[in-house]
């Protein structure tokens, strides 16, 4: 697929999302409620997951990413840290097949050279069992950040260009970690925080917004639909004005 920047081209505006972005926030809160360890929280959270992804494939999302472990999030205590890389393990271990079976395809980006050989191996393996698959490419960012994501792209653009000092926004994106991808047409995020935590900060530049007080784990499909409803009701402009976009459809 051809990546299309949308500061470059107006993009198409789709009545259904292609492509919906989530930062699952609010598990560790969900948890602190109900008096539990914070890890209870991750737990349920992978379940919410689950739900999401199928509905996904019902509603012809296309592409569904999920923010999972942040380049910040390693500044948390080392427990917490040590269980999330081995939920992720399990999950991994346990949604793999499942997933192969309903023809969605796994990927997962960041920089994955923080993790140890054995996650790094299943989640390669996983890719590539799922290369082909079509119905819902589902991606996890994990020790992904936004800066992260921009400065790799520029290290390797530059070593494509020897000697070359000036740039285009097109030379840029084809490094991004996410460029087989579309821009998110929406972006979610659970957790009551309205903030976007270095997560895809080139790829949202023209992303409809959606915030929500629900906690992850309770994160639903009524929820998911919501977001959509709201979408379905923004005027995507990409800087021209209301009265070209009318025009456009008359
Ligand atoms: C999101 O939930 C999951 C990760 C960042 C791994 P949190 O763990 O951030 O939950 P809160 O924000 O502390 O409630
Ligand atoms: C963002 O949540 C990262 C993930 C959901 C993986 P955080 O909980 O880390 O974000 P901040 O620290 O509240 O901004
Ligand atoms: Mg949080």
């Given at each position: ?24 926030d609010?598990n560790g809160r969900?948890a602190t409620?109900?008096?539990l360890p914070r890890v209870a929280g991750h737990v349920?959270g992978v ?20 923010f999972a472990f942040s380049s910040e999030n390693w500044r948390r205590p080392e427990e917490e840290v040590s269980l999330l890389m081995r939920l992720f393990m399990t999950a991994l ?17 960041g920089d994955l050279t923080r993790f140890d050989d054995k996650l790094r ?20 960012c994990a020790n992904y950040g936004?800066?992260w ?48 935590s270095n ?52």
């Open positions: 697929m051809k990546y299309t920047s949308s500061t470059t081209e107006v993009p198409d505006a789709p009545q259904v999302p292609r492509h919906v972005a989530m930062i699952m609010g969900w409620k109900r008096f349920k379940e919410a997951v689950r739900n999401v992804v199928e509905a996904c494939i019902n509603r012809g999302i296309e592409y569904l990413t999920l271990e346990r949604e793999v097949s499942k997933m192969h079976a309903n023809n969605i395809r796994l990927r997962v980006v191996t299943m989640i390669a393996n996983a890719e590539r069992k799922t290369a082909n698959n079509t119905s819902l490419t589902v991606t996890i936004g800066r994501d921009v400065m790799q792209a520029v290290g390797k653009m530059v070593a494509a260009h020897p000697g070359a000092t000036d740039f285009s926004e097109e030379q840029l994106a084809p490094h991004l970690a996410m460029a087989y991808a579309p821009e998110p047409d929406l972006f979610i995020r659970t957790g009551g925080e309205q903030r976007i997560f895809l900060l080139w790829q949202l530049a023209y992303t409809e917004l959606f915030f929500t007080d629900t906690y992850w784990p309770d994160f639903s499909i009524e929820r998911l639909d919501e977001a959509i409803a709201s979408y379905q009701h923004r005027e995507r402009r990409f800087g021209r004005t209301g009265a070209q976009l009318a025009e456009k459809k008359n």
